[in-house]
């Protein structure tokens, strides 16, 4: 079962990069007018985090709390640390010998916020009038 989460969640790496081809600065700190609405670029920085901090937790084997160390806001800055933190997520699943309950756990946290996160980028981007890319194939 490890083997398929981790294939799953490695398959859906790649579409946060392609969400942001094509988005601007506007786009991504766009607010609609509903409450409890977070605009794409705070998506995207749990996003981040989240690989950041589950990553961490993966290779010291226990949850060690929430980092992101992202600081700028800009589709570039975006766009970079998606891609780091893609590449961190494959190596860290890549170099872990030891798959403990509490890894596979945290691996599938990982996964779920992954998939939680791009079902509310999804409706905001179609609150927004955008198209999604291809790779976003739950829309």
């Known amino acids: 079962m490890k083997e398929v989460v981790i294939q799953r969640l490695t398959s859906r790496l790649e579409a946060y990069s392609d969400l942001l081809a094509g988005m601007g600065q506007v786009d991504i700190e766009k607010k609609l007018d509903i409450t409890k ?27 060690n709390g929430f980092i992101c160390s992202l600081n700028e806001f800009t589709v570039d800055a975006f766009a970079a640390k ?53 790779s976003w194939y739950w829309a």
């Open 82 to 134: 998606l891609d780091q933190t893609a590449a961190l997520v494959r190596s860290t699943v890549a170099d872990v010998e030891d798959w403990t309950q509490e890894r596979e756990e945290l691996l599938i946290l990982l996964h779920e916020h992954e998939v939680m996160h791009e079902g509310q980028i999804i409706r905001q981007i179609y609150a927004m009038n955008k198209s999604l890319p291809d």
């Open 37 to 63: 609405n977070k605009n794409l670029a705070e998506h995207l920085w749990c996003v981040i985090g989240a690989r950041e901090s589950y990553c961490q937790g993966l290779r010291s084997g226990s949850w």
